[in-house]
């Protein structure tokens, strides 16, 4: 998906279009993956991400 007014992309999505061995029995137009943008911006502070313990 575009933003009309930016032209910034603003959400992204794979669609099969032929299934292969990876995806037999998959329809087309099945959607693969999507991503969308949520927020963005500068900023002159570094973000307070939760830290999780890994391993």
């Known amino acids: 998906m575009i933003d ?3 032209g910034r992309l ?3 999505e ?3 279009v032929k299934p292969g061995k990876a995806w ?3 329809k087309p137009g099945t ?3 999507y991503s969308a943008l ?3 911006g500068w900023t ?3 973000p307070a991400y ?3 313990p890994t391993g």
């Open 14 to 16: 794979s669609v099969l």
């Open 44 to 46: 002159d502070e570094v």
């Open 4 to 6: 009309p007014v930016s």
């Open 10 to 12: 603003l959400a992204q």
């Open 31 to 33: 959607v693969l993956s």
């Open 24 to 26: 037999r029995g998959a």
């Open 50 to 52: 939760p830290v999780e």
């Open 38 to 40: 949520v927020s963005y």
